[in-house]
């Protein structure tokens, strides 16, 4: 999520339900508006330079070895993770 803040709970019972269904909408809206951490951008081409740890999320025609998928290149070849 983001930017999602609690807000102060209420010392007054009756007050309970107000406040959890502004919660509750708070928690609504920060999910929409949440961002990917990761984003994989599809390549069609075998990367010019690239290093074990490296990531990438292969396409036809580039075949690093099992088809289209996602690949970690470990010990100097490319593996598939998916």
Do not use: C, H
Not at 18 to 25: A, T
């Amino acid at each position: 999520m983001n930017s999602y803040q609690t807000g102060s709970i209420p010392d007054d019972p009756a007050k309970l339900p107000d406040f959890l269904r502004q919660e509750f909408l708070a928690i609504k809206q920060a999910s929409g508006r949440a961002k990917p951490f990761l984003r994989m951008t599809p390549t069609s081409v075998a990367p010019a330079k690239y290093q074990d740890g490296d990531v990438y999320e292969a396409i036809s025609p580039w075949n690093p070895g099992s088809g289209n998928g996602l690949y970690i290149r470990r010990a100097g070849a490319w593996v598939l993770l998916g």
